[in-house]
């Protein structure tokens, strides 16, 4: 654990240069806009160990899948968002000396990301083997406004008159670290000078994405003691700057660039359109781009912030995954996703998982317009058919649908057998994201829409999945692998198997409400999907006789059936020189282990809470959280939930901390590949599902707090329907103020309470 991020509300602040941190820092101090987004990497020089990284949303690249033992099913490629054109190199060189912070010891360096504004700021002073001692100013952002616009300042001031070269560069010249042939993604580069203007475009190999990129900078200076030379190079090209500063002089430099992708214009455009797009930006200008920019984020904030009131650290935390969030996916296209780095890293190719349905969905449910949330769920929609070949290739007929364990446009990139053809309650979340989804909104008219044709799909794929079990005499499925991944080719995933049979009982529910109300429409989804009356009669046969592994001497359900056989030793006996396991640990004694990654069982506690009691809870915590190491970052979140449902005060908090600091103190010692973007919406459920106790019941909110020891109170803002809400909860107390629309019955720990347009109405409450 790292412990160099200072406190502060609303900035992560690095003071003092922590060179063994870079490669963290450059992940924690990431930018984005939901449509481009990038690493913290330095503009100047570094020769030290960094992660160079700067992304375009949706822009991917399939690189051949590399695997020792080829198995049939396995996906050709695995799809990689491509580190794309790097606009943020600019050489500085002082006397001819280039600086370069692994060469030199900078003083008084901070690096802050600003969240409130959306600004990553860097100032440090340097001092060059002449013994001119320089103050460098950098400030960077992704506008939230113009999604294809980057922005650098830099400002520079000398102690004495010294001679300045700056190369500001624009270079198609990037590569993937996790090239699996380390091959050059991109072909066709042309770069070149217009004008004052630098220009790269480039096009993917095999799927042809265009991209077009244009710079423009603007030099401040109150002499004309400089020169500017652009020129072209290999990949890219250069702004040279030739500057003689003198004492105490501020050189100020500013840099534009647009790049624009074929995703979002057609490719005969796009050089033309990046050139406006930076000329524009140019002629605004810094100073109202940077009051656009913070405008933005503070509508943005309007939506989702929390406040934390006694908590400094728990507040900043809160605040830097929300921003994270929001970097990364803004909703407007229903082509892009979550991916689990967003544009933090390369790890997990920036593609799609069950982390967006199951974690990521509720969050934008309730801070972002309902269009947000309907894009995440019509993206799956729109890849049914992609899943239903999926499942074919494994087999599976009639429509069966296996959406992928990891995907970018549908089709599976994933190549372990163990999770690409066994981790297959993905299914399960997704269909579960259709029934949140109109629990939360109330748009019903979805189900008919879209959702019904994906339940279907997955239903069908769970009634082949099982089979019957002449030994159980009940129904089984075997050769799983669930959430947690520390065990794999299990019988009988409880988890699974649970989420199997609610499907399936989900769908059938659902396909008899709408041939009641709208058989029309159903008799259309009927005829496009050769549905027949009797595959409802084998759900019903599979659902009213699945097995459940289960200990009756504990009274719990068993994660999978050869659970109770492995040797039950707590993590708490486990020395800290073995973690994490999967570091430490051969893979094949992290299998036998009893040693749980992520909530498995628990995780279907989560998501099937209300056919549980409090005691059932209680008793399944207690026996699985010891087991679990938390390996995985959607691991502590769930956890933190769970246990403030079951008065365990303490662990919620212990949790929250955990989930919600995970990145901002390297908790598992891999942030340096890139942020855990997808459990920070976990983060998000801890205090909304966690300690506000928020859900939708029968199409009513209902809260049942419980806030940390440590913390006065909590207030945010969510959207729920047609009401736009701000939750104030303080120790024996709650208070709702209705700020946008009708009046609202809710319930708080039992207790209904009317909140009248624009009013507020604070009530005690009475804690069962
Ligand atoms: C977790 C998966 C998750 C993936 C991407 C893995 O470590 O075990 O549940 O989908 O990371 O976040």
């Not at 091959?183 to 000078?193: I, K, L, N, P, R």
């Not at 069950?354 to 974690?359: F, G, K, Q, R, V």
């Not at 939750?727 to 103020?737: M, R, T």
């Amino acid at each position: 654990m790292k412990e160099y991020i200072k406190i502060h509300p609303w900035q992560i602040v690095e003071e003092g240069f922590h060179r063994e941190n870079v490669k963290v820092s450059e992940s924690v101090f990431s930018i984005g806009n939901g449509r481009m987004g990038q690493r913290a990497n330095f503009e100047e020089d570094y020769s030290g160990e960094t992660l160079q990284g700067s992304y375009l949303a949706g822009v991917y690249y399939p690189d051949k899948t590399r695997v020792g033992w080829w198995k049939n099913g396995y996906p050709e490629y695995f799809a990689k968002v491509l580190n794309s054109v790097s606009w943020n190199q600019i050489r500085v060189e002082v006397d001819g000396q280039v600086i370069d912070l692994n060469q030199m010891e900078p003083l008084n360096f901070t690096r802050t990301l600003d969240m409130k504004q959306g600004l990553l700021k860097r100032a440090y002073r340097v001092v060059t083997a002449k013994g001119i001692e320089l103050e460098f100013d950098w400030t960077r952002f992704v506008s939230m406004k113009r999604k294809n616009l980057g922005v650098i300042a830099l400002s520079i001031k000398a102690s004495a008159d010294c001679q300045i070269n700056i190369q500001s560069k624009l270079s198609g010249d990037v590569h993937n670290q996790d090239s699996n042939y380390d091959e050059f993604f991109w072909q066709d580069t042309q770069a070149g000078v217009e004008g004052s203007q630098l220009w790269v475009t480039q096009e993917t190999k095999k799927t042809n994405f265009s991209i077009a990129a244009s710079s423009l900078h603007n030099i401040v200076l109150d002499t004309n003691s400089y020169t500017v030379n652009l020129s072209t190079e290999d990949r890219g090209s250069l702004a040279n700057f030739n500057v003689r500063l003198e004492k105490n002089q501020e050189l100020q430099l500013q840099k534009y660039t647009a790049v624009c992708s074929s995703m979002y214009g057609p490719e005969a455009e796009l050089r033309n359109s990046a050139h406006a797009e930076a000329q524009e930006a140019s002629h605004v200008g810094l100073a109202a781009l940077l009051r656009e920019q913070s405008q933005e984020w503070a509508r943005i904030w309007h939506n989702c912030d929390v406040e934390i009131e006694g908590d400094d650290e728990a507040q900043q935390s809160i605040r830097f995954n929300i921003f994270q969030l929001f970097q990364t996916y803004t909703g407007d296209d229903s082509r892009l996703n979550i991916g689990p780095k967003g544009f933090t890293g390369e790890k997990y190719g920036g593609s799609t998982y069950w982390d967006t349905e199951a974690y990521c969905l509720p969050f934008y449910l309730a801070t972002a317009p309902s269009d947000v949330a309907r894009n995440l769920l019509v993206y799956r929609y729109n890849q049914l058919d992609k899943a239903i070949e999926n499942a074919q290739k494994l087999g599976f007929t009639k429509g069966a649908a296996l959406y992928p364990m990891v995907t970018m446009n549908g089709e599976e990139c994933h190549n372990e057998w163990e999770i690409t053809f066994e981790e297959i309650h993905r299914n399960g979340a997704i269909a579960y994201a259709v029934y949140d989804y109109i629990n939360y909104t109330g748009d019903t008219g979805y189900m008919a829409e879209y959702g019904l044709e994906v339940l279907l799909g997955i239903s069908r794929f769970w009634s082949q999945r099982v089979h019957f079990s002449e030994n159980k005499q009940q129904w089984v499925m075997l050769g799983v692998t669930g959430p947690n991944e520390f065990e794999n080719n299990v019988n009988n995933n409880w988890y699974t198997n649970k989420f199997a049979v609610w499907c399936l009982n989900y769908t059938r529910d659902q396909i008899h409400l709408l041939q009641k109300e709208n058989p029309k429409r159903f008799a259309e989804i009927a005829s496009k999907t050769a549905f027949a009356a009797s595959e409802i009669t084998r759900w019903d046969e599979i659902t009213s006789n699945m097995y459940f592994p289960y200990d009756a001497d504990r009274n719990v359900y068993l994660q999978q059936d050869g659970f109770l056989d492995k040797e039950l030793i707590p993590v708490s006996q486990l020395s800290a020189d073995q973690r994490p396991i999967v570091e430490h640990w051969s893979w094949d004694r992290i299998l036998r282990s009893c040693y749980i990654k992520q909530a498995d069982v628990l995780q279907g506690f989560y998501f099937f809470e209300d056919e549980f009691d409090l005691d059932s809870h209680k008793r399944h915590f207690d026996f699985y959280e010891p087991l679990t190491v938390h390996e995985s970052s959607l691991s502590p979140c769930i956890h933190s939930i769970l246990a403030n449902k079951i008065g365990n005060s303490d662990k919620a908090y212990e949790f929250y901390l955990r989930t919600a600091r995970l990145d901002l103190n390297d908790i598992n010692n891999d942030t340096c590949d890139g942020c855990h973007i997808t459990s920070m919406a976990g983060t998000w459920m801890t205090i909304s599902k966690g300690f506000a106790g928020l859900r939708v019941r029968d199409g009513r909110l209902h809260l049942s707090p419980n806030i940390p020891q440590k913390w006065k109170s909590i207030r945010f803002n969510i959207r729920f329907r047609e009401n736009y809400l701000r939750i104030s909860l303080y120790k024996e107390q709650v208070e709702v103020e209705n700020i946008e629309g009708p009046s609202l019955l809710i319930n708080s720990w039992g207790v209904d309470f009317q909140v009248e347009p624009k009013q507020s109405k604070r009530i005690d409450y009475a804690k069962k």
